[in-house]
């Protein structure tokens, strides 16, 4: 058996950037989800490695690895940050159609409430 497919730390096969497979990433390199989860943020430090694998859907996926001794606090939320996000997602919930809160998410594809695309809002 030899080297798993993704083994390169040099970067020499994939465009400079260090590569592992999935579960083999060198300890003190974590991806932004694992920095998230203990408070941390990459905070502009640059990509330090990646992680790749083979998507059930065809193709290879990449997961960027960020090192933990440059990870900075993340900011804590304040009282206009929160504001604006919950306005922000407020947006994304209200239907341009009939302008009432869908209670979800509108699709993306559909740029209205179901009711609305489906032809069925009730005529107020």
Same mark, same amino acid.
């Given at each position: ?18 590569? #592992? ?7 003190? #390199?974590?991806?932004r989800r ?5 408070g941390l ?5 640059? &990509? ?14 990449p997961a960027?690895? #960020? ?6 606090? &993340? ?28 209670? #979800? &998410? ?19």
């Amino acid at each position: 058996m030899g080297r798993p497919r993704f083994w390169d730390p040099a970067g020499d096969r994939h465009g400079g950037t260090p590569t #592992y497979p999935w579960r083999m990433a060198p300890t003190g #390199y974590l991806t932004r989800r694992q920095l998230r989860a203990r408070g941390l943020r990459p905070g502009g430090q640059p &990509v330090a490695g990646q992680i790749l694998w083979r998507s059930r859907f065809g193709g290879t996926r990449p997961a960027f690895l #960020y090192r933990l001794a440059l990870a900075k606090p &993340v900011r804590p939320m304040t009282p206009a940050r929160a504001a604006a996000l919950a306005k922000a997602n407020a947006a994304r919930r209200t239907c341009p159609g009939c302008g009432r809160d869908a209670g #979800y &998410v509108l699709p993306a594809h559909l740029g209205t409430c179901l009711p609305c695309a489906d032809g069925t809002a009730l005529a107020a």
